[in-house]
């Protein structure tokens, strides 16, 4: 069996790439590294995104691992432009993954480079790997492997949130494990 820890980002001050953690994201980094320092982790994964790689460099650090930053694990881009009704929009691209706004990358492509990555960290040869990423990407991974998920359960996840992922030969499975 093979487990992903499926890690959205803590706290932060912005949605830029170089947004940094707040105050109190920095307190839940660390949380997050004792939460998952039982784990047996044997690698990490990040978006290229400051407020991701933030978000794990403290069990990096417990466990002197390095950190791969991965491009495919950045946020979707919903549309190239400033909508007010932005939540109605990524709420419809739920209910049809090839939905692209002008500027903005379909569901179906964004779960497909997160898929990459999964499928990658389970041939690596690591039993117990985490990845970390993004709300809305992360649940479009989510929805990968159950189509139940949508906009409600993205709605549902909390910063830092964290899944455990299992994938065996026969089947995969998730759980929400982190309680925020």
């Known amino acids: 069996m093979n487990t992903i820890y499926l890690v959205r980002h803590c706290q932060a001050e912005g949605q830029e790439p170089d947004a940094p953690l707040t105050e109190a994201g920095i307190e839940q980094a660390q949380q997050v590294a004792v939460f998952l320092a039982k784990k047996q982790i044997e690698g990490i994964i990040s978006s290229p995104y400051e407020?991701?790689?933030?978000?794990?460099?403290?069990?990096?650090?417990?466990?002197?691992?390095?950190?791969?930053?991965?491009?495919?694990?950045?946020?979707?881009?919903?549309?190239?432009?400033?909508?007010?009704?932005?939540?109605?929009?990524?709420?419809?691209?739920?209910?049809?993954?090839?939905?692209?706004?002008?500027?903005?990358?379909?569901?179906?492509?964004?779960?497909?480079?997160?898929?990459?990555?999964?499928?990658?960290?389970?041939?690596?040869?690591?039993?117990?790997?985490?990845?970390?990423?993004?709300?809305?990407?992360?649940?479009?991974?989510?929805?990968?492997l159950d189509q139940a998920v949508g906009f409600h359960e993205w709605e549902a996840l909390s910063n830092p949130d964290v899944y455990e992922l299992s994938f065996t030969d026969a089947a995969s499975s998730f759980n929400r494990i982190w309680k925020p």
Do not use: F
């Open 51 to 144: 407020r991701a790689y933030r978000t794990i460099s403290p069990l990096a650090d417990a466990t002197d691992l390095p950190i791969k930053r991965d491009e495919r694990l950045t946020e979707r881009i919903l549309s190239g432009q400033n909508h007010p009704d932005w939540r109605e929009m990524l709420r419809r691209t739920y209910e049809d993954m090839d939905l692209c706004y002008e500027g903005g990358e379909s569901s179906h492509t964004a779960t497909s480079r997160a898929v990459q990555v999964v499928n990658e960290a389970l041939n690596s040869g690591w039993k117990n790997t985490v990845i970390v990423s993004h709300g809305n990407l992360i649940s479009l991974l989510l929805k990968h």
